[in-house]
């Protein structure tokens, strides 16, 4: 029973309150301390050995080997402080009991509003029980250089192995997650209130932790020249043959694939139908993802001096380089649980109040996987992420013993991890929830809190069905100039770039820096347009200059004090980024009451998105960047653009400078001083949601076609600015 929770007591101040009683609440926001510390004992070791032979006068050998291994095992202090009749929570009945150890479920609520509980699961077979992980990591490698007259030569061979061993209890949870959302079909509107009379958004289990143990090899050959084919010109080129494996896990049934062919939508499907793995079918790899034996890389260089006499020179170079991706990307929770029989199981808005979830019994009458949530692997994708870097250089000496260099830079990345919802096969169309219910032929109303959305699906075994693909890309492109003075009593540097990174916005971080959510989770290509994390120009310049000296003659001590004296400092300035991959994709829409994508777009697989009436990048007034007057709602059942015009956000800027002199006590004692600002000028920078996002969320406050920005705090300009000037003054003795 949820009234056996007491973790928020209530206080009435005196009996003058009796027939009026005034509440007064307080509670901790975020996560609450666990009940049971979490102690840690991390281990690294790093052996390394290195043999170098000399063979001859042009022929020299290397071979390396390395050993690196880490351990960080967390165990719980006292695991009976977290069992949840322990602590009264004797009326939580998960959907399916914990097999592993009895722990309180998580919870979780927008903005931590409901303070709750959240660990990882404990109990499995992972080191006694403790929750963490073990990598371990060998490599050989060996280089033979030979020089041949005009050629340099290189031949080599590389091996190792990359292993990764952990339980696989903090994304997917055993002891249970319970969401607290004002979507709930019985929310009250107050999350704090939903959590004390027990009105769940979402439930969410598997029965157990798998404990995932999976590796990948990788060995190279490789072959190289440098040619000094002329005076002037030297010619540099290669391949690279690398075989990059896939995960696969070093025990057990093998990895989950989807197979189209062998899926069953009607109620005689079998366990996990649409799956294989290695142990139900041989041709499919225990990796799921099959390797190939080898990928050609080819790499090219050259270097000419233009003129022959070193001050023009012209460089440039193409090379492909491949890469794995990390373990938690190639093999995320899900992928093992399927074979190990451990499905995912979601209840939305449970219709009884209350923790009792057992209530409501497994989906299909318990045959394994149907009706939860399902990951698996594309079959037959043999890909690994690879990058093609290109250049040219024109390299310039100039006055003051200076260096100009102008380039050309760019990269192409293909074949990046793709999963999420752009993988997510089983999301319900456009505009279906306006439509007869394909089970019932009933039109329901999508605002009706027992919407039976599981009809609407298009494979009805499964809830989600997210597979893992390399689909994705992204390109980056730039002109970069860059001036270095190294030599005399000022060392100068400024360098300056006008690029751009495009890509497919795929809402994960699995191929980096997060490049933004998804817009459009039907079509891959639509979402392609500037990436979160660029910035079209950049500028940086740094310098360090050695003072005048104004004191000579026979004045030691003035001379001591004066002279001598270095100044130090950067200036940085770089444009903003595009403010809709960093906004949510619809610049935070805040939408009220019964306006949502399920009422509005008639389905729950894409955010509602603003219709464009003018460029929102037109007729600014002064601290604009935006006109949210450019942004409405869309007739119903339509969405807005998934990619507008570049909006760029505040830039950023920076000076900061240092003056410092070291002086010598009795030679050997050095004292320096050394006086530093930061920001130095104190130019403040504007900046959106500093105190919250008020000032960057578009509003539409009524469920009418044409409705604008009911935000008045979001108008384009940033509510606040930021910084200040820092003064350091520091001296240090060495000794």
Not at 305 to 315: A, E, S, Y
Not at 471 to 478: C, I
Not at 490 to 495: G, Q
Not at 543 to 569: D, E, F, M
């Amino acid at each position: 029973d949820h009234r056996d929770l007491h973790s928020f007591p209530t206080r009435r101040s005196s009996d003058l309150f009796d027939q009026n009683p005034i509440g007064v609440w307080w509670y901790p926001y975020g996560s609450l301390p666990y009940p049971s510390p979490m102690p840690a004992h991390q281990v690294s070791q790093v052996y390394s050995a290195n043999l170098t032979r000399v063979l001859g006068p042009t022929l020299t050998n290397e071979t390396m080997a390395t050993l690196v291994r880490f351990l960080n095992p967390i165990k719980l202090s006292d695991p009976s402080a977290v069992d949840p009749s322990t602590v009264g929570m004797t009326g939580y009945k998960p959907l399916t009991p914990n097999p592993d150890l009895p722990q309180i479920p998580n919870l979780t609520s927008p903005g931590a509003a409901v303070p709750g509980y959240y660990a990882p699961a404990f109990g499995t077979s992972f080191y006694g029980g403790e929750f963490g992980k073990m990598s371990l990591d060998p490599s050989l490698a060996d280089n033979l250089s030979k020089v041949a007259g005009t050629h340099s030569m290189k031949f080599g061979a590389y091996w190792d192995f990359a292993e990764n061993y952990q339980p696989g209890g903090l994304g997917n949870v055993p002891q249970g997650l319970l969401n607290f959302d004002n979507s709930g079909a019985t929310s009250s509107g107050n999350l704090m209130a939903d959590f004390l009379t027990g009105r769940v958004q979402s439930f969410e289990q598997v029965p157990g932790a798998s404990v995932y143990d999976a590796k990948y090899s990788q060995y190279s050959l490789y072959a190289q020249d440098q040619w000094k084919a002329h005076r002037r010109l030297t010619l540099t080129y290669g391949v690279r043959m690398d075989h990059m494996g896939q995960w696969y896990p070093t025990s057990g049934p093998g990895l989950a694939v989807w197979d189209p062919a062998s899926y069953n939508d009607t109620a005689q499907a079998g366990a996990w139908t649409g799956l294989l793995w290695h142990a139900r079918d041989s041709r499919i790899p225990r990796s799921g993802f099959p390797s190939k034996l080898f990928n050609a890389e080819p790499r090219f260089g050259f270097a000419f001096d233009l003129f022959g006499n070193g001050r023009t020179v012209l460089r440039g170079g193409f090379g492909v380089y491949r890469y794995q991706l990390s373990f938690n990307s190639a093999v995320g929770n899900g992928l093992y649980d399927e074979t190990a029989n451990r499905p995912n199981y979601y209840i939305l808005n449970p219709a009884n109040l209350g923790w009792n979830f057992a209530q409501y019994g497994l989906p299909h009458g318990g045959v394994a996987g149907l009706g939860s949530n399902m990951a698996a692997m594309q079959e037959g994708d043999s890909s690994t992420p690879y990058t093609e870097s290109y250049n040219f250089t024109v390299s310039q000496r100039a006055p003051w013993r200076s260096l100009v260099e102008i380039q050309y830079a760019g990269n192409r990345s293909r074949d990046l991890l793709v999963s999420g919802s752009l993988g997510n096969l089983n999301k319900t169309p456009l505009g279906a929830y306006f439509l007869p219910d394909p089970i019932t032929g009933v039109v329901n109303d999508p605002n009706s809190g027992g919407l039976p959305w599981l009809d609407y699906l298009p494979h009805r075994s499964y809830q989600a069905m997210t597979i893992t693909t390399h689909a994705g890309h992204q390109n980056y492109n730039s002109l970069q100039i860059t001036w270095n003075k190294r030599s005399g009593p000022a060392t100068l540097m400024a360098n300056y770039t006008f690029g751009k990174v495009l890509g497919i916005r795929d809402g994960n971080y699995d191929n980096g820096a997060g490049a933004g959510p998804v817009a459009d989770p039907w079509n891959l290509k639509s979402n392609y347009g500037p990436l979160a994390y660029d910035h079209t120009q950049i500028f940086n310049a740094a310098y360090t200059i050695n003072l005048p000296k104004p004191v000579h003659g026979g004045h030691r001590l003035l001379g001591g004090l004066v002279n001598g004296w270095s100044a130090s400092g950067v200036i940085q300035v770089q444009s903003g980024a595009p403010i809709q991959p960093n906004t949510g994709e619809n610049l935070n829409l805040i939408t009220v009451g019964a306006l949502n994508s399920v009422s509005w777009l008639g389905t729950n697989a894409q955010e509602i998105l603003p219709v464009l009436t003018c460029d929102p990048r037109s007729n600014l007034q002064s601290g604009q960047y935006f006109n949210p007057n450019c942004f409405a709602l869309g007739p119903r059942g339509t969405n807005g653009p998934v990619v507008w015009p570049y909006i760029h956000g505040p830039r950023y800027f920076d000076t900061d400078l240092s003056i410092f002199k070291t002086f010598k006590y009795k030679d050997r004692h050095p004292i320096e001083l050394r006086a530093s600002m930061f920001n130095f000028v104190n130019h403040p920078l504007r900046q959106f949601c500093v105190a919250g996002c008020n000032d960057l969320s578009l509003e539409f406050a009524a469920a009418v076609a044409g409705a604008t920005n009911a935000n008045s705090v979001t108008s384009g300009r940033p509510l606040y600015t930021t910084g200040n000037r820092i003064a350091l003054v520091m001296a240090s003795y060495r000794f």
